[in-house]
């Protein structure tokens, strides 16, 4: 039991002279000079239009965004990807048939589309409010 209390002892002794050594002004002053952006809503008024050969998903602008995020989910492999980023003044995004997309006739594709603020790290964006829609391709013969 001695043992173990000297041990206590020596641990706080040997962590207060390593923080008595340390100057935390640059610690206090990186905290303090980092801004903080609150989440943004998710984008109201999603909707998909079906043309021969793409997709079309438009959206209301969300206030402050700096752009958005669009993903592809397909319903039949569950596969997600990123398919666009975009500018804040664009609020369509148009998948069309192509050699990188790769849409399939007659199969369902859930959109999800995120909006982006002005710290547009990959862990702010799960932050932010999210609106998905669900749209069936039609590619002609």
């Given at each position: 039991m001695k043992k173990a209390f000297y041990l206590s002892v020596a641990t706080v002794l040997l962590f207060a002279v390593i923080f008595a050594g340390c100057d935390s002004g640059g610690l206090t002053q990186e905290i303090e000079n980092k801004q903080t952006f609150p989440a943004l809503p998710a984008p109201q008024n999603l909707k998909a239009v079906v043309k021969?050969?793409?997709?079309?998903?438009?959206?209301?602008?969300?206030?402050?965004?700096?752009?958005?995020?669009?993903?592809?989910?397909?319903a039949e492999t569950h596969v997600s990807k990123r398919v666009g980023d975009l500018g804040a003044d664009q609020?369509?995004?148009q998948d069309k048939v192509g050699y990188s997309n790769q849409l399939v006739d007659k199969r369902t594709y859930t959109y999800t589309v995120v909006a982006k603020g002005r710290d547009v790290g990959a862990d702010y964006l799960l932050l932010n409010g999210s609106a998905s829609i669900d749209a069936t391709a039609n590619i002609p013969m």
């Open positions: 021969p050969g793409a997709i079309v998903i438009g959206w209301n602008v969300v206030g402050d965004a700096a752009g958005y995020a669009v993903y592809r989910k397909d609020t369509h995004y």
